[in-house]
Structures are given as C-alpha cells and as structure tokens.
C-alpha cells in the first residue's frame, strides 16, 4: 500500500525538451544571462531561491541570497562578464521532474578587468537545479548550483 502511494504522488520525470516549462526555464537562463551581462545583481537574485547553494570551483562555496548577493557585488566591482551568443546551445541536458528541474550546460563566459589591464574566458560545465517559484518572473528560480571548470 505504502508503495503505491508513493509511486501515485512521485513525480515524473521526463526530458526537458518534451516538458512545456522548457519555454520558462529557457526565459530564465536568459534573462539570467542577459542580468549578467549588465551587472544586475538585482535582477540576477530574483532568479534565486533564499536558501540558494553555488560552489563555482574550489574555495568559491556559499549559501544564502545574501551570500549571493555579496559574491555578485565583488565581481561586478572588478569585471564584466558576457556570455555571449551561444545560450541554449551549449545545454547537455535537461530533465523536469514536477517541480524540480537539473539543467547541465557547458559555458562560455568572457570577463574583462574593469581597469582594462586584462580579460580572458572561462570555460566549464555547470550543473543548476531549479525550483518552480511563484515569486519568480518566469515561474523558476535556482536552488543550487555546481561549476566544474575546465582547464
């Protein structure tokens, strides 16, 4: 009895591509993205849960939208960072479960020293778990997330 409960109120999990919220979740990434590039920490905190976790590679761990927010402050004081153009097209995988959904994606990101003195690229693979969120502008909102960086 208790399984049958349990497999009635599990939920499903199907491709991100066969999933409606693809089109929602995909808003989210680039308005995120797009955030980013203008150094938006307002905007880029809408898109996180409260009790949001980022390890961005070693020694860069930390919990909390305030945390968050912290972090944001310090790049942007220093860098700009852009995307680019690639979006979408670098995503590896995506699965919706409900209300939970796990993109893996491979980024690209330039950055450029705000004193002009040096920029670069970073490259890596992220993995973000997403929430559905009624507060949120696309209905998603990041949970936690991990940066594997390449190099």
């Not at 999933?19 to 938006?40: C, H, K, L, M, W």
């Not at 905190?45 to 310090?74: F, M, N, T, W």
């Not at 700009?80 to 919706?96: A, C, H, I, P």
């Not at 992220?126 to 936690?144: F, K, N």
Request: glycine residues 8%; contains cysteine.
């Amino acid at each position: 009895m208790i399984e049958a409960l349990l497999l009635a109120t599990s939920p499903v999990c199907i491709p991100g591509a066969e999933s409606p919220e693809i089109y929602r979740i995909d808003a989210t990434n680039a308005a995120v993205r797009q955030a980013f590039s203008e150094g938006d920490v307002d905007t880029i905190a809408l898109y996180h849960h409260d009790d949001v976790i980022k390890s961005l590679g070693p020694g860069q761990y930390y919990e909390g939208k305030d945390a968050l927010r912290q972090q944001l402050e310090a790049t942007f004081a220093a860098v700009t960072l852009d995307f680019g153009e690639k979006g979408e097209d670098l995503r590896e995988s995506l699965t919706v479960c409900g209300d939970l959904a796990v993109s893996i994606t491979r980024f690209e990101i330039t950055w450029t020293l705000l004193d002009g003195s040096a920029s670069g690229v970073s490259e890596g693979r992220s993995m973000i778990v997403l929430v559905r969120s009624d507060e949120a502008p696309h209905g998603w909102v990041t949970l936690s997330e991990v940066i594997q960086p390449v190099g």
